[in-house]
């Protein structure tokens, strides 16, 4: 029974390294090629075409759903799901939903400092944003988060079927968050793109790290 135990815990460990490798693959391969210069071309006729497709009904949506990334929401939601966490009893799981958190916010500033990137010029951008704009902050902090919250919560859960809706439902959100940014020509799609694979690598690295010294289920 223990040797089962081990074997699964040990190809659930193999998955999230694969997963791991391959989220952070994407970011260092879209950093290398900023700073090599080969994606400013990309990125302006993405933003370009983003800027055709507004209309007002499509900007105040945009607004909303931009949202979901932003300081306010991301620790709300963070507080919330700690707190359910600590009424469940789940000390790792709540241990693992704050470093996901602030984990994120660190990636994102020590990323951007580095980096450097100046953000899309300003008559591009229907909202206000400050800071650099590599990597998107917005992205990497709800990829970490929800998809975090999205490991946490199918341990919960028996039905595949239920776990798979979990993960299609943070992906849409995922997604959704990514191009309201270009949308709203605050960031590029490269700046989204490394964002949400440099959020994910940290919430599977968490994962696999809680499944091989967390000793959770």
């Known amino acids: 029974m223990s040797r089962t135990l081990f074997s699964a815990r040990a190809a659930r460990l193999s998955l999230w390294l694969g997963s791991i490798a391959l989220t952070l693959g994407i970011f260092v391969r879209i950093t290398r090629e900023l700073i090599e210069g080969d994606v400013g071309a990309v ?125 299609l439902a943070v992906s849409a959100v995922l997604i959704m968050v990514g191009a309201s940014r270009v949308y709203l020509g605050v960031h590029y799609a490269t700046d989204v793109l490394s964002g949400i694979s440099l959020g994910a690598a940290w919430a599977l690295l968490l994962a696999g790290f809680f499944t091989l010294f967390g000793h959770r289920a």
């Open 43 to 167: 990125d302006s006729a993405v933003l370009l075409a983003a800027a055709r497709m507004r209309t007002p009904w499509l900007t105040s949506a945009a607004v909303d759903v931009t949202a979901l990334g932003s300081i306010t929401l991301v620790v709300l939601f963070s507080a919330f799901t700690l707190l359910v966490l600590l009424v469940l009893r789940d000390r790792m799981g709540a241990l693992q939903m704050l470093a996901a958190s602030v984990g994120a916010g660190v990636l994102t500033i020590v990323t951007k400092d580095l980096i450097e990137r100046i953000r899309p010029p300003e008559a591009q951008q229907l909202i206000v944003a400050s800071g650099f704009s590599y990597p998107s902050g917005h992205s990497v902090s709800t990829s970490a988060l929800y998809l975090t919250i999205a490991i946490i919560a199918c341990g919960y859960v028996q039905r595949s079927a239920a776990r798979v809706a979990i993960f």
